[in-house]
């Protein structure tokens, strides 16, 4: 298994511009989600999804769109690039075992995101 | 907030001693998990505990869960220069299906 993989590794844009971060699992985890981390921070939550067409907004969802049409995969898409959306993204899977409860999340290797 | 509050912020000890790192939360959870995250890379999970546990074990890793205090404990022992990196707690709050992060302790081990 690939695990969680994210695309592409680094990115540049400039104001305004907008872009698609890639983010696919295959390990058939219901959960996903997308974090932001600035330098010396903890994580963020943007956005996550429990299932295939259900998504719910996180801490910071603003500027940020995501769908879930497959269980495999979770673009979050940069609407309108601003300098603030500057920081490193991770993508993270997980899975539930019984009932509700969900276990460990299984991290992809960021993307570096830079806007001008 | 939801998340888990870790400290302290920063803790700096010599190789071969305990580190003792500590996460508060405010809510009832169902678990509280541990992540290390080395720097410039994804998070790696560590050891769940259930709200139902007490106390969990992996290998030098020791874990705590105190529900009526809302807190869990971090200990390292018998730490290695490769364990130094940012260690983050994440409660996972009962009806909650999404884990939020604390800003994480970060941990550096001396030669």
């Known amino acids: 298994n690939a695990g969680v993989t994210q695309t592409p590794k680094f990115q540049v844009l400039k104001t305004g511009q907008s872009m698609t971060l890639q983010c696919a699992q295959d390990m058939n985890h219901e959960y996903m989600s997308w974090y932001r981390q600035d330098p010396g921070m903890g994580l963020r939550l943007i956005h996550y999804?429990?299932?295939?067409?259900?998504?719910d907004q996180g801490e910071v969802p603003n500027g940020y769109n995501v769908s879930r049409s497959t269980t495999e995969d979770f673009p979050l898409r940069l609407l309108s690039a601003a300098p603030s959306q500057t920081s490193v993204y991770f993508c993270a899977s997980s899975y539930r075992t019984s009932g509700r409860l969900y276990n460990e999340q299984f991290f992809g290797p960021g993307t570096r995101l830079t806007v001008l | 907030s939801q998340q888990g509050e870790e400290d302290p912020q920063a803790l700096s000890i010599q190789e071969g001693e305990n580190a003792t790192m500590n996460c508060s939360y405010k809510?009832?959870?169902?678990?509280l998990q541990w992540y290390r995250q080395n720097s410039g890379r994804g998070l790696v999970h560590l050891i769940l505990i259930r709200s139902n546990e007490r106390e969990k074990h992996s290998g030098r890793l020791r874990v705590t869960l105190d529900t009526s205090k809302k807190s869990s404990s971090l200990l390292i022992t018998a730490s290695r220069a490769a364990d130094t990196a940012s260690y983050f707690c994440a409660p996972l709050i009962q009806g909650a299906q999404k884990l939020v992060f604390g800003q994480g302790t970060r941990l550096t081990i001396n030669p």
């Open positions: 809510t009832s959870i169902n678990n």
């Open positions: 999804s429990v299932g295939a067409g259900i998504t």
